[in-house]
């Protein structure tokens, strides 16, 4: 069990990412559910039950779902399927924390991933967040395009913005779970989610889930060389990032989960003294017996 970086601001905003293995959910709750709640003992936040990513594998993608492009072209989400598989990952581009560091990872994971964006698969990026502009996604989509360094592969690359009837249809077959919650003005500007990008065939069915922020190079090749015969691969350990604000005034997760963290912290050291203490008091008494047999055959 590990636990994100703590960011402060000049409006005491915090901006938590835990990693806990915890039961998936698949509930995307209503758009304008902001009630965080309080929680009892070390449970997740009540916000974060309403969260996560259940993996829906075998699931038909709505290919009708209509977006906007990076260009301002409207899209149908079926035109990236039918040739080559894809890489999909439901975030939004002004997230403060998390989902930089999802594209991050996946970016880190495609530069070691010798296939070709674009001839041998996609990468397609749908916003959940319907404010956003095709502005936006064409800035997001340049700054990953030169951190991948090959502009050459431009081409697959995908940033789309769309409204909120596709957004659902897509996540919901994903199994994305995401709730909208006050940023740190008081309005409703931040999601909390968690971290996670899917495989999907040539067919669009999703054909795995790789969860978290960072991604193994050979796993999301072996992935997309599956998907692109459309098979279908198996579920991962339920292993979910989060990322969400609140306001430390007015909430009380902060020490709920920094317990959480704490009480695994203390079970991992606990564990690893134990561990050492056993292998030495092994050594010794290997050496104990060692001198006791030269010493009886002296």
Known sequence: MRHGRTIRSGWQTVILCVLLSVPLFAQVSSYGDKQSGDNSGDQLPQVLQKVGVSQHLNQQLPLDATFVDDTGKTVKLGDYFGKHPAILSMVYY????????????LTGALEMVKLTPGKDFDVVIVSIDPSETPELAAAKKAFYVKRYGRPETASGWHFLTGQRPAIDAVTNAVGFGYVKVPGPDGKLTQFAHASSIEIVTTDGKLAQYYLGVEYSPKDVLLGLIDAS???IGSPVANILTYCYHYDPQTNKQSLRIARVVQFGGMVT???LGGFMFLMFRRDVNSARKHDLTKKENG
């Open 269 to 271: 050291v606990a564990g």
């Open 94 to 105: 002004n997230c403060p924390m998390l989902c930089s560091e999802e594209l991050d990872g």
């Open 229 to 231: 015969g459309n098979k």
